[in-house]
């Protein structure tokens, strides 16, 4: 499997996994997942506190006779400015400030994706950023055609989630990742500036 393609690509910016995994910890315990169809522990909020948290979100898919359709609503990503209080303190803080320096970022999530099960063949308004925390050899990303592993290793990968995709966990263990909706494209030249080479 590969993970370089215009759909799918290792970032030049890499954290420190193991306090990803310890911050991680720390959400699951003081937050847990949200159990529903997305799985999810959320880390940003909107910032009117009368909007409530969408953990899902307007995507599209393709019906039995191959035609696109929506599903869900729209969910404004740009109101979603506020980082969750009680990781404040944790490593995630920095892995949101570090990312919201080259990018504008939307809703920030922990996402679960236990094993042997997948989503569903869809896309996305806007492309993600993914961090994975926990993975496996059969945890997979495709992107239209192509299918793609990403390492549990601190990187940070860009996947264009407005073509079809779809994540599949083949593995025996869940999948865990941070996935950041991107709200604008920065070039990807600054990030070697900052950052420097491979």
């Not at 699951?28 to 169809?37: P, R, T, W």
């Not at 492309?127 to 601190?154: C, F, Q, S, W």
């Not at 079809?164 to 909706?181: C, F, K, P, S």
Request: with cysteine; aromatic share 10%; charged share 30%.
């Amino acid at each position: 499997m590969k993970c370089i393609s215009d759909d799918c690509r290792k970032l030049n910016i890499r954290f420190d996994l193991e306090l990803i995994k310890e911050a991680y910890k720390t959400a699951k315990s003081d937050i847990g997942f949200s159990g529903n169809a997305v799985n999810c522990i959320s880390l940003t909020h909107p910032e009117d506190e009368k909007i409530q948290i969408d953990n899902r979100g307007i995507f599209w898919t393709m019906d039995e006779s191959y035609n696109e359709i929506q599903v869900e609503k729209f969910v404004n990503e740009d109101a979603y400015r506020v980082f969750e209080p009680l990781m404040n303190k944790t490593y995630l803080k920095s892995v949101y400030d570090i990312l919201s320096e080259h990018y504008k970022i939307g809703r920030m999530r922990i996402l679960k994706l236990d094993s042997r099960t997948s989503l569903s063949y869809h896309r996305d308004p806007e492309a993600r950023l993914h961090i994975p925390i926990i993975t496996n050899p059969g945890a997979l990303m495709i992107v239209e055609n192509e299918a793609y592993h990403m390492k549990a290793d601190g990187s940070v990968y860009y996947v264009d989630t407005t073509k079809y995709h779809t994540a599949l966990n083949g593995g025996e263990h869940e999948r865990i990742h941070i996935v950041a909706t991107i709200l604008d494209e920065n070039k990807e030249e600054e990030l070697y500036t900052v950052y420097g080479g491979d």
